[in-house]
């Protein structure tokens, strides 16, 4: 069956495989956040974005060694599972830099924009989205043989930009800094895998940009 991203607390992974990553997206809960795991086609070498809870189901999804973990921000629902996770498998944590102060795991790389990360032979960007929380980042990747890949955290869902609590200082960086460094950028197949619930295309959502700017949210 083809990849479609639905996945529910306590239900199956979905997966995809791209021409260098395979990409496994896990629901776990209380809160159902969505958790990716990264493996390398050519060496194997694994990546997890986001070890926000049930560390055993998580654990459940490696296939061998798992050498980093990427925390989108410091949301305590984004790293529920992190101390766990890092004490069962010795992984390297990254973050971005201003939020690491707010992970209470100890962060091994802070990242800023256009850092790269490596998952074997695949190199992931960083890109800074601030707004959400100050540090707040996603990684893309940009399959050579297919379209691109987002992983967004809480910065960009269907139908929407993250929660910025009705702060407009927020809400005005984090949509320039989605508009910019997201919507700018990348062609309208870009898939989009948010931090919960389904995921999107940058087609589905451009067309609402306008709206999304008027309504402040």
């Known amino acids: 069956m083809s990849y479609t991203g639905d996945v529910t607390v306590g ?3 979905d997966v995809r495989t791209t021409s260098g990553l395979t990409i496994t ?3 776990v809960g209380p809160v159902e956040n969505n958790a990716y795991l990264l493996r390398c086609t050519a060496t194997g070498e694994q990546l997890l ?3 926000a809870a049930e560390p055993e ?3 459940d999804l490696l296939d061998g060694p798992l050498a980093q973990i990427v925390t989108t921000h ?3 629902d984004h790293w529920g599972a992190l101390a766990d996770v890092v004490a069962a498998t010795g992984a390297r944590t990254l973050a971005g830099r201003d ?3 707010g992970i209470p795991v100890p962060t091994d790389e802070p990242l800023d924009d256009l850092a790269e990360v ?3 032979a695949v190199r992931l960007t960083v890109r800074h989205l601030r707004g959400h929380t100050p540090g707040h980042i996603a990684l893309l990747y940009r399959d050579p043989d297919g379209h691109p890949h987002v992983f967004t955290g809480d910065s960009l869902f269907p139908g929407g930009v993250g929660n910025t609590e009705k702060d407009p200082a927020r809400f005005a960086s984090l949509i320039a800094d989605v508009q910019e460094r997201i919507f700018a ?3 309208d197949d870009t898939w989009v895998y948010p931090g919960h619930g389904k995921d999107t295309t940058l087609g589905a959502e451009r067309p609402s940009l306008p709206e999304w700017l008027a309504r402040g949210w």
């Open 11 to 13: 239900g199956a992974p």
């Open 25 to 27: 997206k896990l629901a």
């Open 49 to 51: 974005i986001d070890a």
């Open 57 to 59: 189901r998580l654990l």
């Open 74 to 76: 410091r949301h305590w």
């Open 99 to 101: 939020d690491v102060e």
């Open 118 to 120: 490596r998952v074997g």
């Open 185 to 187: 950028e990348l062609p």
